[in-house]
């Protein structure tokens, strides 16, 4: 499995009904108000790839199956 950006977790998190916390300097605090799942995203530039052991945490931390972050 590759490490993708933040903008694309950000777009897959939101289709799978998290909202936009809080944030607090470079992380953003995503929460599914619906199962009460809080996930937090480090945010060091957009377009910079995730490191692959912070991406597969918060797959991890999501409950998302990892089919959808391809």
Do not use: C, D, Y
Request: charged share 25%; glycine share 8%; hydrophobic share 40%.
């Amino acid at each position: 499995m590759r490490s993708i950006n933040a903008r694309k977790i950000i777009k897959i998190l939101e289709t799978n009904g998290f909202i936009l916390s809080r944030q607090k300097g470079s992380h953003m605090i995503w929460k599914n108000p619906a199962s009460g799942i809080i996930v937090p995203l480090p945010l060091h530039g957009k377009s910079k790839p995730i490191p692959i052991g912070t991406f597969l945490a918060i797959v991890k931390q999501s409950k998302i199956p990892k089919e959808k972050f391809k």
